[in-house]
């Protein structure tokens, strides 16, 4: 089983900065199955970037992921008030489908 | 557009069961993998079932194996998941997820809420 690792726990920014974001996994994961995900209070997660790099549908080019192998990294270049919220990364290869326990990105 | 929705959830007793459904509209459902990922309060996420589009292949996580079942039926677009002898670490929000092995998650539903308690 792919256990991901992500960090920081909490991540306390202002609005307009850089978000950096960690996400490892315990063996290098086969293409980049590697999904990020934005969940907000109340609400279900929302697919943000899929395959390490690729952005979803509709989600804004300020959002980024990047790596390979065993790191990958979730980078918001200009935090907006509607970007506080809780992120997970997640492995979509084999079975078992795992999750990060998450970083939550707070107000500063 | 792709809407999926819930239903089926509530408060049960320990030992109990439930059934949710998810009804798919917006989507070529019987093309998809489907997910149910369940959530508990204050808790991440936890993918405990997956079922490939005509239904030959299914997952589920260890901790609801031989407990859960997951099911679909295609002319009715719409995705099950029979849950019985419940315990209280299955209270959660449950989501049903588009999406599975290879494949992200790419739609969900707002969630059902499962609550196993005396």
């Known amino acids: 089983e792919i256990v991901l690792t992500q960090s920081p726990g909490i991540l306390s920014l202002s609005p307009g900065e850089r978000a950096t974001l960690s996400c490892r996994a315990s063996?290098?994961?086969?293409?980049?199955?590697l999904a990020w995900y934005q969940q907000k209070p109340g609400q279900a997660p929302r697919l943000l970037i899929y395959g390490g790099s690729s952005r979803a549908t509709g989600i804004p080019d300020r959002f980024s992921g990047s790596g390979s192998g065993t790191d990958f990294t979730l980078t918001v270049s200009r935090l907006e008030p509607d970007d506080f919220a809780l992120y997970y990364c997640?492995?979509?290869?084999?079975?078992?489908?795992?999750f990060g326990p998450g970083t939550k990105v707070d107000i500063k | 557009e792709v809407q999926l929705l819930e239903s089926g959830g509530g408060l049960v007793q320990p030992g109990g069961s439930l059934r949710l459904s998810c009804a798919a509209s917006g989507l070529t459902f019987s093309n998809d993998i489907m997910s149910w990922v369940r959530q508990a309060p204050g808790k991440g996420l936890e993918r405990v079932s997956g079922i490939t589009g005509n239904s030959g292949s299914t997952y589920y996580a260890d901790s609801v194996k031989g407990r859960f079942t997951i099911s679909r039926d295609n002319s009715k677009n719409t995705l099950y998941l029979q849950m019985n002898s419940l315990g209280v670490d299955d209270t959660a929000i449950y989501y049903c997820a588009k999406g599975g092995q290879a494949a992200p998650l790419d739609y969900w539903g707002q969630g059902t809420l499962v609550t196993v308690s005396s």
């Open positions: 997640q492995y979509y290869g084999t079975p078992p489908l795992t």
């Open positions: 063996q290098s994961l086969r293409s980049s199955y």
